[in-house]
């Protein structure tokens, strides 16, 4: 009986960190998360400013060319 209570407490510290250790891994994945998202903002940013760009020389080219 007592070998089963051993083996019993072995596996609670055994679930307990492995508890632990899935906190911290959670807790990493959800900076990383963090991090992706606000680059992805700031890249959908880049990349609208620059179609912007695009679009608004290709409707004024004509413009632009008589004038410079």
């Given at each position: 009986?007592t070998e ?5 407490a ?6 307990e ?20 998202t606000?680059y992805?903002?700031f890249?959908g940013?880049v990349a609208?400013?620059a ?5 608004f ?6 413009w ?5």
């Open positions: 009986m089963q209570v051993e083996r019993i072995v596996l609670e510290a055994e679930v960190d492995l508890k632990r250790d899935q906190k911290e891994i959670l807790a990493c994945i959800h900076s990383i998360r963090d991090e992706m606000r992805k903002g890249l940013g609208f400013l179609s912007g760009v695009g679009v020389l290709t409707i004024f080219k004509d632009i060319a008589k004038h410079f």
